[in-house]
Nanobody
Framework: QVQLVESGGGLVQTGGSLRLSCLAS????????MGWHRQAPGNQRELVAD???????NYADSVKGRFTISRDNAKNTVYLQMDSLKPEDTAVYYC???????????????WGKGTPVTVSS
């Protein structure tokens, strides 16, 4: 009933910028925290950044100062502004959200299918 759809990935040069978006839609009663993870080939999925419903943010050390996470609660959308991109940022980026559906008393962690980001050297 609930789905997350990422957009904005692509190919960018070292030092460039990219803005990822993730829209949550479906049977949504409330969206709690939202975030971004990434997974590079051969690596485990790692947290990039997350943001609470109140706007508190958390970043991985590797992206702090370069990436900015934000959200639009009215649109059920989370963004990831990526600046000063490096080749090591190359990965598939996955959106996540903790969502409560109508008729449910529990929150569930929901994942998007991912959007690839490639940073060329």
């Amino acid at each position: 009933q609930v789905q997350l759809v990422e957009s904005g990935g692509g190919l960018v040069q070292t030092g460039g910028s990219l803005r990822l978006s993730c829209l949550a839609s479906g049977n949504i009663f409330e969206v709690n925290s939202m975030g971004w993870h990434r997974q590079a080939p051969g690596n485990q999925r790692e947290l990039v950044a997350d943001i609470t419903s109140g706007g508190s943010t958390n970043y991985a050390d590797s992206v702090k100062g370069r990436f900015t996470i934000s959200r639009d609660n009215a649109k059920n959308t989370v963004y990831l502004q990526m600046d000063s991109l490096k080749p090591e940022d190359t990965a598939v980026y996955y959106c996540s959200a903790v969502i409560r559906s109508y008729g449910s008393i529990r929150y569930a962690l929901t994942w998007g299918k991912g959007t690839p980001v490639t940073v060329s050297s």
